[in-house]
């Protein structure tokens, strides 16, 4: 490794994109959202800045999201977007080109793949590696990935739900379905359209999901008071709702979920199997983070489930651990250019 040269992992999310340097921590943590002007077609602002424009923009400017379920969705703005984060990060005096080290979906295609690295690249990236996303969850949970053992890890991010077991440092079964919180936002969105008549933005999903939303009923229910716009006389209105009928309108979102780790288990060799009943499953990524989401995990496949450390932040200090032990890690990640 040169002295020169510096190094950052991109955990590149569908609603938040982190930045870790090795020797900083995680240097950046902001949502994947680009905010552009119709007219000229200028980026006006990118992360924060451009997420509070979410769903509040004039018809010239267009808040959206460049990553959708984990993939690239747009080229040019996904590269704009990594520029802003790479420079950011890095301190002024960086002359020198970063080596990056991105993370991907574990179903992502080999055109997928290419696309992160080009855009990396394109953004200013001396070179650039991909690594599938559960493979830098178990590290950074701190799983010895390495040892001849069977260990599984669930990420549930905002766009998709990543389900792998891991053993000698490689995917031995794994599956990627694209359900997680943003599905669960829009799931929670559409129950309340049809339930209350009322219309919700994006955000106020979000933070009923966040403040009441829980994956398993629960005795003491708690109630939110909602806002919304009234879709018979389209005035502005308030309704209560209340956690366990959140339970109710993501049921399908959560079947799905349930539905990939199952699918992984059944195609586990049975030696592995053994090793992941002893160990349980681990959870990370934001979206495993709120309540009851281990607890329903362990009620439909009887596997012990447990929440990772810092889960939100799991797959971005994969990135920064295997940053730093290349060598030890090189048969993990998969392409470099």
């Known amino acids: 490794m040169s002295f020169f040269t510096t190094k950052l992992g991109i955990d590149l999310g569908t609603a938040n994109t982190l930045v870790f340097v090795p020797g900083r921590g995680i240097v950046l943590n902001e949502p994947s959202v680009v905010a552009v002007s119709e007219m000229d077609n200028r980026i006006l602002a990118v992360g924060n800045d451009a997420k509070d424009m979410i769903g509040k923009t004039p018809d010239s400017i267009v808040a ?13 703005v996904t590269e704009a977007m990594l520029r802003y984060y790479i420079n950011k990060a890095l301190k002024k005096w960086d002359i020198f080109k970063p080596e990056v080290m991105v993370s991907v979906p574990a179903g992502v295609t080999s055109t997928e793949r290419r696309a992160v690295i080009e855009s990396a690249i394109k953004a200013g990236a001396k070179s650039a590696f991909v690594v599938k996303e559960p493979i830098l969850a178990a ?15 669930v990420d549930i991010g ?18 990627s379905v694209k359900c997680a919180g943003n599905k669960i936002d829009q799931a929670i969105a559409d ?7 009322l219309a919700i933005g994006d955000q ?18 708690l109630n939110l008071i909602i806002k919304g716009r009234d879709f018979m006389s389209g005035l502005p209105r308030t309704a209560n709702i209340n ?34 009943i002893d160990k349980g499953i681990t959870m990370t990524g934001g979206s495993s983070m709120w309540r009851g989401v ?11 489930a447990t929440l990772a450390d810092d889960a939100l932040f799991c797959v971005v200090k ?20």
């Open 64 to 76: 959206y999201r460049p990553m959708r379920d984990g993939v690239i969705s747009d080229y040019r």
């Open 139 to 153: 590290i950074g949970a701190g799983i010895p990935i390495h040892e001849a053992r069977g260990y599984m890890v």
């Open 158 to 175: 905002g766009g998709t739900t990543d389900v792998a077991v891991i053993s000698l440092g490689g995917i031995v079964a794994s599956t």
């Open 191 to 197: 129950y309340i359209k049809k339930t209350f008549n």
């Open 204 to 221: 106020m999903a979000e933070e009923i999901k966040i403040k009441i939303g829980t994956a398993v009923p629960m005795e003491e229910e």
């Open 243 to 276: 956690s366990n009928e959140i339970v109710k309108a993501i049921g399908n979102e959560l079947r799905l979920i349930v539905k990939a780790i199952k699918e992984v288990l059944q195609n586990t060799p049975p030696e592995l199997s053994a090793d992941i």
């Open 294 to 304: 281990p607890e329903l995990v362990y009620r439909k496949t009887g596997v012990r």
């Open 318 to 337: 994969g990135t920064g651990v295997a940053l730093e032990h290349l060598d030890v890690y090189k048969k993990s990640i998969i392409s470099k250019r």
